[in-house]
DNA sequence: TCGCTTTATGCGAACGATCATTCTCGGTCA
DNA sequence: TGACCGAGAATGATCGTTCGCATAAAGCGA
């Protein structure tokens, strides 16, 4: 009778399906349900896409979907999150670069490498249009980057105070223009355009060098 | 009887509305028509603004605004045409400054001025969210901007065989990089975030010196 | 370990609302 | 008179969401 458990056949096969918790069953149904999701923001946006195709996409009933998430706004709302969470990690890297040129253009050109492997370039550009019109996901953005805003903002003002750089406008302009410049490169993804990373590192480096050590006069 | 018909009422007081022909009329109407959407499209996107919507906002019943787009489809590709078009102009001045740089960094200042007074960078967001998925919307885009596109490839291919500069990288990889970034200050609305127009105009002459005249070593 | 209750999970039909679009018909011009 | 225009109800489809019900798992006193 003992036999029988299947519960405990799982466990000597391979520990991939059968040892989970009520709790962690939860976390990969969720998970299932966000990558689905996901699938279909980039496929259709967060508007064009319906509870039904992300249902189909996640292999699961609107009854079972809807135990893990209210509604689809929060969906969005997660999905926004996560993504954006994602992206600024990949900048906090470049806080331990002494170098801040060598730091910030090695940290962007992981960030553009991701967005063209992730193939998210499509969500992001939906995550920014969507929100200039819903404060919520405005305010979801900017939480999930202020971290990585102040740490740059230090960072660079750090390397202001030893004499490293003498950016070309005053920090409160120049962060959010290099912000806005990131960003079109993310929208972009340019390596699908057939420009080469060379390129793109070799012009990003002028650019930056440019920008925080500018020729004495013109 | 005859005192009743105010649109001859109307003739009388000013001649904005009265003297049009059958077309002129229907132009207006289009018109009418394409302001009400852009405004609805600007405040919930492409797929979020209803016909409903756009039809309470130009005083208009879905009959009659059906006599002049066959679908909501055309009319985001319209919307989408004009708009880009509307962009692509204001850069056509650049073709004239002899000065490369400056006549780059004064269109592309008139470009960000513009997307600033006109609020029209939500709108912009979502075109460039929406053509990354819509093959068609994509196409209209680039019809709209390869004439521009192609005017400063030349104007700079010029400008590179008088030896008036030399890039930092081949104009291949260059083109699109600009682009780039100009459509991350176009949805950024940098002005609106409190930089001012001088700070991004320096930065940006600055960048584009050090793109176009790259200092000899590093 | 056994039965019993409680809770979590999943399905899929069904809901009312809203969607883009069409139809019908009366009115207005050339 | 005939082509065009406009209103607004109506259409079928699809939307996000809910409901009822069945099953599986966890909790628990004995």
New interface residues.
Partial sequence: MAGLDFVMDGESAVDADAPVSRAERRDLQIQRVMDAAKKCF????F??ASMHQICAEAGMSPGALYRYFPSKEAMIAAITEADRRNDAEIFTAMFENPDVVDGFVTAAMAHVRHMHESGN??LF??I???S??NEAIDRTCAMAMSEVQQAFGKYLQDAVDRGDIAP???L???M??V???????A??D?PA????FE??E??M???V???LR??RK?
Avoid: H, W
């Fill in positions: 980039v496929r259709s946006g508007q064009g370039a499509p550009a939906e920014r249009a969507e200039m019109r070309a406008v005053e409160d302009a120049f959010p223009m912000i806005a410049i990131g960003e079109g490169l929208i972009n340019l355009q057939g420009v080469t390129s793109i070799k012009l480096r002028v650019t060098e440019a920008m500018p020729r013109t």
